[in-house]
């Protein structure tokens, strides 16, 4: 990945000759501006794009939380779920009689779960 700095001079680099033409061949201008396209473009396919699908997975799975699923938290807390309210938070058991109110997005992981009820 780049630092910034490399991006800022690699950028600069890219469009100074753009400033440096008075009133050239407006297709060397826009040529001049294909460099920054392509960084965007790059840029959106490796950092954008995956962190909206990672948000979307992480949505899906607080969607599916249900009753007896044993979680983590992002405080690094294991316990299973005994309540899951409506208003986005659960009720989660750490050990024998010791029951925690966590927000339902702050779970981090599911690392097991329940059979659905038929």
């Known amino acids: 990945m780049l630092s910034t700095a490399a991006f800022a001079a690699a950028t600069f680099a890219f469009a100074a000759p ?9 297709m060397a ?4 501006f294909v460099p920054l396209i392509l960084i965007f473009a790059i840029m959106y396919f490796l950092l954008i794009r995956p ?15 249900r009753r007896g ?3 983590v938290t992002q405080g690094g807390l294991i316990g299973k779920v005994v309540k899951v309210k409506d208003d986005g938070e659960l009720e ?18 599911v690392l097991s779960k329940t059979e659905p009820a038929k």
Do not use: C, Y
């Not at 201008?29 to 001049?32: D, E, G, P, R």
């Open 18 to 26: 753009a400033f440096a033409q008075a009133g050239g061949d407006p």
């Open 29 to 32: 201008a826009f040529t001049s």
């Open 51 to 65: 962190q909206q699908k990672k948000v979307k997975e992480h949505q899906k799975m607080v969607a599916a939380l």
């Open 69 to 71: 699923d044993q979680v």
């Open 92 to 109: 989660v058991e750490l050990a024998e009689n010791v029951k925690v109110r966590v927000i339902q997005n702050t779970v981090a992981q």
